[in-house]
């Protein structure tokens, strides 16, 4: 590793900080309820930064969130907030949210367990999820990057009020069109305000046409890694290793 590492909040404890110095860092897109996937990405010595949107679409939502209670439990990694997560975790608390067949059937399957800790064991695990993490010059975000990020911590939890950063990271950028495809219109004018030097791994918008995670340089000298390969849909899960960050 180069340099030293700083990190935002929240802190990350000394067991994890020696494993990103001896082991770097396994970078994982989207997951998406593709249990079997997201297996074989933490099968790894490395610290794992998962980029937010466990569940939903993919045939088992449940796997997928007992294996990031337990990689939250041994310290072996960590999830940035997505916004299939926020929407999660706002319904297991009772909140209102727009009716969504793939997040009802991410709610069957977790009351089908039949137990009352598991649910409140994943609303606090999302609820204490950073929105963003920064490891020197690297950004791991859901949706997108906000020049807020680069002096400020993400909020002690991204499930309540919205800020414009918040927005960012979990929503990415945004017009009021609809596309074809029933998802709003997406932006990526915020590549190029990402400063020179750094690099953003970001989920959420896919991308990519060949397999491969998608690279964009912004005008700045800046670059964003766009990480959802469509795991859980008709795509796969995209993971990368860093040595060096």
């Not at 001896?22 to 794992?48: C, M, P, Q, W």
């Not at 309540?160 to 596309?179: D, H, M, P």
């Not at 915020?190 to 918008?205: A, K, L, N, S």
């Amino acid at each position: 590793m180069k340099g030293h590492l700083i990190f935002t909040v929240p802190t990350l404890s000394e067991a994890i900080l020696n494993r990103i110095k001896k082991f770097g860092v396994r970078v994982v897109g989207d997951v998406h309820g593709d249990s079997n996937a997201f297996k074989h990405a933490l099968a790894t010595e490395r610290y794992i930064i998962q980029l937010g949107d466990l569940t939903d679409y993919g045939p088992d939502n449940v796997g997928v969130l007992k294996q990031i209670l337990q990689l939250l439990k041994t310290e072996r990694g960590m999830f940035v907030l997505g916004n299939h997560d926020r929407k999660l975790a706002r319904s297991l608390a009772g909140r209102q949210v727009r009716p969504d067949k793939a997040l009802e059937k991410t709610l069957e399957e977790i009351f089908a367990l039949g137990s009352q800790e598991f649910p409140y064991q994943i609303h606090n695990a999302i609820e204490q999820a950073p929105a963003w993490q920064r490891i020197n010059q690297t950004f791991f975000i859901h949706g997108g990057f906000h020049s807020f990020m680069l002096t400020n911590p993400p909020p002690k939890t991204g499930i309540n009020k919205i800020s414009a950063a918040l927005a960012r990271a979990l929503f990415g950028e945004v017009t009021n069109k609809i596309q074809p495809d029933g998802y709003p219109e997406r932006l990526l004018n915020w590549v190029d305000r990402i400063p020179e030097d750094i690099t953003v791994y970001v989920g959420h918008d896919r991308r990519s046409t060949d397999g491969r995670p998608w690279v964009k340089e912004g005008r700045l000298g800046g670059k964003a890694i766009f990480m959802d390969l469509g795991a859980g849909k008709d795509g796969h899960l995209a993971w990368v290793d860093l040595d060096e960050l």
